[in-house]
């Protein structure tokens, strides 16, 4: 058996724990989180990304979250970056959308080790609401992408993790633990398959829902 299998079935044994690690969890639910991001280049090392996302719950029937948002970016070295962006949100916990603003600053580093791609994106948020107080919240990011090119398309493993921290309450608010293939058809495009165990607080308990992910990223 080639190193490659060997590590993919490493892979997935650890995406089949996590999702039996859920069963265990009091709540269940399922849903979708749908992913764009475009990323341009501007003068010199200048560069404006763009993310949007929507994201259902209630084993996909209810779509409960959008958003939509731009950065501008500065790549301080080749694996360091700086980005200021703004982004808008919706939440919709009743029958009407709640808006969110939101400023933020984040650091984005990358590079390879070995062959596996390493990122890692620390966010600070600050957060305007009109359905509860504001907020200052830290989000960390980190995923590791596998060399090994699987079936003739190239798909490439990758595994992620993020922390959300909120200032206000002072605690852990979610935290994030996916895995996926990646597929690069063309120069330019990345487009993403993948699972995510969503551990998040549902007031002062924690509820757990399992998401399948998609993501399109567009780099021009």
């Known amino acids: 058996m080639s190193d490659a ?12 724990l996590a999702v039996a690690s859920t069963q265990a969890a009091a709540q269940q639910d399922a849903g979708g989180s749908y992913n764009l991001l475009l990323k341009a280049p501007l003068a010199g090392d200048w560069f404006l990304l763009s993310r949007s996302n929507s994201a259902s719950r209630n084993n996909f029937g209810d779509t409960f979250l959008a958003y939509t948002g731009a ?13 200021l962006g703004y982004r808008r949100a919706w939440f919709r916990f009743t029958d009407d959308w709640q808006p969110e603003d939101r400023l933020m600053l984040e ?16 966010r600070v948020e600050l957060r305007w609401l009109d359905w509860r107080d504001d907020d200052l919240r830290l989000r960390n990011e980190i995923t590791i992408e596998a060399p090994w090119a699987l079936t003739p398309l190239k798909l490439k493993p990758y595994l992620e993790e993020e922390v959300f921290y909120g200032t206000n309450a002072g605690r852990f608010e979610a935290n994030w633990l996916g895995a996926g293939l990646a597929w690069r058809p063309m120069d330019g495009v990345k487009l ?14 924690w509820a757990n829902r399992n998401v399948l992910v998609t993501g399109v990223n567009v780099f021009f």
């Open 5 to 16: 299998m060997i590590q993919l079935r490493r892979l997935l044994l650890l995406v089949i």
């Open 107 to 122: 650091g984005y580093f990358a590079e390879r080790f070995n062959g596996f791609r390493v990122t890692n994106r620390l």
């Open 71 to 83: 950065s501008l970016g500065y790549q301080l070295r080749p694996s360091f970056s700086l980005r």
């Open 192 to 205: 993403k398959l993948g699972y995510r165990w969503n551990r998040f607080r549902a007031g002062d308990d």
